[in-house]
């Protein structure tokens, strides 16, 4: 209570504006927008799941290949051993379901946040962003009640139905969404992306055949308007869909975006589910007589779970959030060719990176040499991924070492000649081939054997390009 | 309202999006449009298709941020299928069919000089063979590996020898590739220990391991029929498929992306499989045994028409769509610097003078000098025209990180 109270001294102090805004968000809204988030996230994880398993995807990313990448402070997390990967997946796929049916709905997405979140850090060979944001959604939800109705958990206990939820609870949801678009809007203000329109340029001119639309693609203005378009679109939309009068218009923009990068982009099942999300934004007002007849009015912040233990979790959780996406600013330069805060920022379809990497490994006693070939380790996925990312690459070396040393090599340097090309630009080493990675360890701090990215800059590129625009 | 039409067709768009990204493992059927190039069945002589190959730097355009429109890149695999594809695997079936009728002689009226026909004949079909390498599609797997896997099993071609009442070609068929294919005619027919006359008597004396020499020049043949077979527009015509398969991005079925990632894992096999693992094997000591033509001491070859056919398919169209495709500009075009670096690595490879099974023990250096040109060349083609056509295949979702 001492939290909440000097919590609202706070409040008073702050602007009657700000204070006007937290008393809205304690007036209850109806529960729709939650109960549609539910059974859309339920459905869509449930055919997403599914589809991992049927594409034998659970397989060939986690049972075949013999070494995972770990991601820092993970590396703890291992998969299951013979077939227990497949009964995750399949526990997943059924707490989805129950999550969409409403039914043990608190321990369904507990466990659904848990398990999904166990097999993302399996490899980060396999990091999406998409994957990302499900962990972020589904941690959030276990906070709100958005089992309260039309739900199986409702109907069986009566006593926890409600129509109405206290507005913040909605407005958490949209902020989540909102915190996604926004950043990857944010992210697009890079030089590339903005001056050179890359990656762009080159998959819309590789989808000149595209129907309909192909030509417009092969126009050297195309790649720019998508590019800014895309940008606006991303930082503009959370706000357009917050507001009432632009709110259609946003959401039929919504669908266009999304639908239009689903058709040209293997991005799977990401268009879908923003999609869905985003519908949350929608009020989905309730007919009056049923509010006149709801008797939960202005519920407490109490009302649902531990206020105080629950505020600081949410205010951590989203705290986390704003800071991951600009952490990348603490690292000298380009962080799509560094990648040294790159992950769990929002960058969405930024790089065309593409790269190849080969080890040596020495022997210093016996002055042995090597060159290795990660492919003779690593599955397709794996390797690609590596190829241009520093710290895959560290820790492939170190596995490289502790191979080498089982095999009686002794006391072994392992040194990475990568190649790597950004975004249209010729390749170019991406790392100091003469140091030793195994002296090397991975942390959070800046590594000095990246090499900088070398070259002109893009708008320079674009001005020395011999463009004919016709 | 508005707002309910919106959700209704929110509500559609999921439905459609979810559909459309459960179906995206499938391939999908895309029919030829009625102006589309089609493959015609051609009699092109290889020889023509490998006549002098053009220099990429004069044939290809310049480097410019250029319409890609004008690009006709379903053109472009129709004329690597006609001018390529097909001639250089009816050229194999040819090669395989003349390989079958010269270990019949030998096998009716062996003597060292048959002998020595055979074996020349057998260079000439593992030439044609490196000629179709580079085209090893996913379909042509299976096949692929009844034509010539490596390294030969040879326990296994004893014990079936030692075992075995009856060696013909049903028997043939039914073991497994390690056993067989052109590898194990090589098996047979060379050898760097005894001369031909000896190889001769090992032959006649042995009237089982003629009849196995013999099932496998005629399992060989049925095995090559099959591949053209897949390829010929009278047989599976996927000829006309890969040509119809012109998807672009990174979609794994288009044919470009499928057949650009062949060449890229073709090259890297010659840096790794053929080059790397005879020179130093896995505790960097030298493996000669592991060369691809141990017993017929003609590696080296193979490898240069590998590099041969690879150059061949950038001159038939892949390299000027590669400059097409540039949004940087580049002091030389990149056609024209992979074009170079396959001059520069043939003539390394070729400044080893000596076989490479002889060459990784007696002069390592040439073979680590040819090793480090291949590998510049696959960085050519793996990380830059890669990068450029934006064709890395993705055989899961992406969302571009």
């Known amino acids: 209570m001492a939290a909440a109270h000097s919590f609202h001294e706070f409040i008073s102090l702050a602007s009657p504006f700000v204070q006007r805004k937290i008393e809205e968000l304690q007036k209850p809204v109806s529960i729709l927008p939650l109960v549609v988030l539910r059974i859309v996230f339920g459905l869509l994880m449930f055919a997403g799941t599914v589809r991992f398993m049927v594409n034998g995807w659970i397989d060939a990313f986690y049972v075949q290949p013999p070494f995972h990448f770990t991601y820092y402070g993970f590396g703890w997390v291992k998969p299951l051993p013979g077939d227990w990967l497949y009964v995750v997946y399949g526990a ?165 975006f999304h639908a239009l990068t689903g058709m040209l982009f293997p991005i799977g099942l990401f268009p879908t589910i923003m999609i869905g999300c985003t519908l949350v934004f929608f009020p989905w007002p309730l007919p009056p ?161 990246i090499l900088p990215l070398e070259g002109a800059e893009p708008i320079q590129r674009m001005a020395a390009s011999p463009v004919d625009g016709d | 309202m508005i707002e309910k039409f919106l959700t209704y067709m929110g509500a559609f768009a999921l439905v459609l999006g979810a559909l459309t990204a459960c179906g995206s493992g499938q391939q999908p059927a895309v029919p030829p449009s009625p102006a589309a190039p089609t493959v015609q069945a051609t009699d092109t002589a290889p020889a023509e298709a490998q006549a002098a190959p053009a220099n990429a730097a004069e044939a290809s355009a310049p480097t410019t941020v250029s319409q890609k429109a004008d690009f006709d890149r379903r053109a472009m695999l129709a004329e690597i299928t006609e001018s390529l594809i097909l001639p250089l695997h009816k050229e194999l079936l040819a090669e395989t069919q003349a390989l079958e009728r010269a270990v019949a002689q030998f096998a009716q009226a062996p003597s060292p000089e048959t002998l020595e026909t055979a074996q020349v004949q057998w260079r000439t079909t593992a030439d044609a063979w490196s000629r179709v390498e580079p085209f090893g599609l996913r379909f042509t797997m299976l096949v692929f590996n009844q034509i010539k896997k490596w390294p030969v099993n040879t326990i296994f071609i004893e014990e079936f020898i030692a075992e075995e009442e009856t060696i013909d070609e049903p028997f043939i068929a039914s073991i497994g590739s390690t056993a067989k294919g052109l590898t194990a005619i090589e098996y047979f027919l060379f050898s760097q220990e005894l001369t031909n006359p000896e190889i001769v008597e090992a032959l006649t004396t042995a009237p089982k391991r003629m009849a196995y020499l013999t099932a496998l020049s005629q399992n060989l043949v049925k095995s090559t029929d099959e591949l053209v077979t897949m390829w010929s527009p009278d047989g599976g015509n996927q000829a006309q498929a890969f040509v119809d398969a012109d998807f672009s991005g990174a979609n794994v079925q288009g044919s470009m992306s499928m057949l650009a990632n062949e060449l890229i894992v073709l090259v890297e096999t010659v840096a790794n499989t053929k080059l790397e693992y005879p020179l130093r094997g896995v505790l960097a000591d030298p493996q000669p045994d592991s060369v691809e033509s141990p017993y017929a001491a003609y590696s080296l070859p193979l490898i240069v028409n590998n590099l041969r056919t690879l150059q061949q398919i950038l001159n038939a169209g892949l390299g000027d769509y590669v400059d097409r495709m540039a949004v940087t500009p580049r002091q030389t075009p990149l056609s024209a610097a992979i074009d170079a670096q396959i001059e520069e690595t043939i003539a390394t490879i070729e400044a080893i003078d000596i076989p490479l099974r002889a060459a990784v023990l007696e002069n390592p250096d040439a073979v680590r000098a040819a090793r480090d040109s291949v590998k510049d060349l696959l960085v050519l083609l793996k990380v830059d025209m890669a990068n450029q056509l934006g064709i890395t295949v993705t055989f899961s979702d992406n969302d571009g990180d």
């Open chain 1, 92 to 256: 997943i796929a059924l707490l989805a379901l129950c999550i969409a049916l409403g039914v043990f709905y608190r321990v369904s997405m507990v466990a659904f946040f848990l398990l999904f979140t166990y097999t993302e850090l399996l490899d980060k060979s396999y990091y999406l962003n998409h994957y990302y944001f499900i962990s972020l959604l589904s941690f959030l939800c276990i906070f709100l009640p958005l089992h309260r109705h039309a739900a199986l958990d409702a109907w069986r206990r009566p006593a926890i139905a409600t129509h109405t939820v206290p507005g913040w609870c909605v407005a958490l949801v949209r902020l989540q969404i909102g915190l996604v678009y926004f950043f990857a809007g944010l992210a697009k203000l890079k030089a590339d992306w903005l001056f050179n329109a890359m990656p762009l340029r080159i998959w819309l001119t590789a989808n000149a055949d595209f129907p309909l639309i192909g030509g417009f693609f092969d126009t050297l203005w195309a790649p720019y308007l998508m590019s800014w378009g895309g940008a606006l679109f991303d930082l503009s939309i959370p706000f357009l869909l917050l507001q009432r009068r632009t709110r259609p218009l946003a959401y039929l923009a919504v669908i266009a």
């Open chain 1, 289 to 449: 007589r049923v509010l006149r007849k709801e008797k939960v009015c202005a519920a407490p912040l109490s009302a649902y779970g531990a206020a105080r233990v629950r505020t600081a979790i949410l205010a951590l959780f989203f705290g986390i959030q704003l800071v991951l996406p600009l952490r990348h600013w603490l690292y000298p330069g380009n962080v799509l060719w560094t990648e040294e805060g790159f992950r769990f920022s929002w960058n969405v379809m930024l790089a065309e990176k593409t790269g190849h990497v080969t080890f040596t490994v020495v022997e210093p006693a016996s002055e042995r040499e090597l060159t290795i070939f990660p492919s003779d380790y690593l599955t397709y996925q794996q390797e690609k991924q590596m190829s241009f990312q520093p710290d895959m690459i560290l820790e492939f070396a170190h596995y490289l070492a502790c191979k080498m040393e089982e095999r009686g090599l002794r006391d072994v340097a392992v040194y990475a000649e990568a190649y790597v090309s950004l975004n249209g630009r010729p390749s170019q080493l991406l790392l100091d081939p003469t140091v030793d990675l195994t002296r090397r360890t991975n942390s959070l701090a800046h590594q000095a054997w």
